[in-house]
């Protein structure tokens, strides 16, 4: 069974940069797809980016529209990793991160993931 966790979190102003990563225990994660998503309190979680398996597909990535050309998902195998770089951050972007781990496909839909850290708290604030 695969456990997730998230780090990286934390307070910053608008216009800077977080990197928010989320480690592996119990599985490699080159076998599974990943995602991130985060919440608002009163909102529906809300899908923001997603890396395919290199091993169960193409290693492809997606993004939602919002933070499109501002954040980047990427994994390092050798640490069981997989990261969500931040940059340009919006007041809008304050939520709880969330890393997920899934084996089928319909990665932007939360429903699609296996796996789920606990999340990390991210506020962009001045």
């Known amino acids: 069974q695969v456990q997730l966790v998230e780090s990286g979190g934390g307070l910053v102003q608008p216009g800077g940069s977080l990197r928010l990563s989320c480690t592996a225990s119990g599985g490699t994660l080159t076998y599974y797809h990943m995602g991130w998503f985060r919440q608002c309190p009163g909102k529906e979680r809300e899908f923001v980016a997603l890396?395919?398996?290199?091993?169960?597909?193409?290693?492809?990535?997606g993004y939602a529209e919002s933070v499109k050309d501002r954040f980047t998902i990427s994994r390092d195998n050798a640490k069981n990793t997989v990261y969500l770089q931040m940059n340009s951050l919006k007041p809008e972007d304050t939520a709880v991160y969330f890393c997920?781990?899934?084996?089928?496909?319909?990665?932007?839909?939360?429903?699609?993931?296996?796996?789920w850290g606990p999340g990390t708290q991210v506020t962009v604030s001045s």
């Open positions: 997920a781990a899934a084996t089928r496909g319909g990665l932007h839909h939360a429903r699609a993931y296996d796996y």
């Open positions: 890396h395919s398996s290199v091993v169960r597909d193409t290693g492809y990535t």
